[in-house]
């Protein structure tokens, strides 16, 4: 199935920083991308809908000044965690569709990324 | 809440006995799929059923869905101590925005 990286896996930072998750389409072309939160034992709360070459659409209650969310070519989109405080660690996930490949729609899920803010 | 609930929330069984997990959901679909998830990983793919089948099959995966009851079911034969894992369902309400349901920890003992 289709590839999807994303980079870093981990990252630890201080408090006021900010932090830049990228998330690659490594062999398909993703016009569209989503990001996700995740708590531990919790499901996966989507934050927003990444859209290349325009605006991302954010879900209600997520902060769009925040979690900025540049998608900026096909393959490659980026949340980045503005000023974070340590409310904001959590684990960030990515997914994206193939919307040209065999496929049914289906999404390809990143690793995900575990941000800890101390 | 946008999320669809699944049960049990905690699934823990012998090796070689099947699991069986459900999810209901709030709106129509267009397709609903399962996906598994790995402690600290990120999401794999399982088996996507749409809304006019009823039942879906992958090895040793079977999938129902019954869309006048809005639920799914994830049934796992002879389990196996890999399949320990978080299981989701995600629904499509064809927006392609997927809403995740709240996930079933599944614990398979050897």
């Known amino acids: 199935g289709a590839v999807v990286s994303q980079h870093p896996s981990w990252v630890i930072c201080k408090s006021g920083t900010s932090v830049k998750i990228e998330c690659r389409s490594l062999?398909?072309?993703?016009?569209?991308m989503f990001w996700y939160r995740q708590f531990p034992k919790q499901s996966l709360m989507l934050m927003a809908t990444s859209n290349e070459g325009s605006k991302a659409t954010y879900e209600q209650g997520v902060e769009k000044d925040k979690f900025l969310i540049n998608h900026a070519s096909l393959t490659l989109s980026t949340l980045t965690v503005t000023s974070a405080h340590p409310e904001d660690s959590s684990f960030y996930i990515c997914s994206a569709r193939d919307l040209q490949g065999p496929g049914t729609g289906e999404l390809f899920f990143g690793e995900g990324s575990r941000l800890t803010v101390l | 809440s946008q999320q669809g609930e699944e049960d049990p929330q905690a699934l823990s069984i012998q090796e070689g006995e099947n699991a069986t997990m459900n999810c209901s959901y709030k709106t129509s679909i267009n397709n609903l799929q399962w996906y598994r998830q790995n402690s600290g990983r990120g999401l794999v793919h399982l088996i996507l059923?749409?809304?006019?089948?009823r039942e879906k099959h992958s090895g040793r995966l079977r999938v129902t869905l019954d869309t006048s009851k809005k639920s799914s079911s994830l049934l796992i034969t002879a389990s196996r101590a890999a399949d320990t894992a978080s299981y989701f369902c995600?629904?499509?309400?064809?927006?392609?925005?997927?809403?995740f349901g709240t996930g079933t920890r599944l614990k398979v003992l050897a």
């Open positions: 059923i749409r809304s006019n089948e």
């Open positions: 995600a629904t499509d309400s064809g927006t392609y925005k997927y809403i």
């Open positions: 062999d398909f072309q993703a016009t569209t």
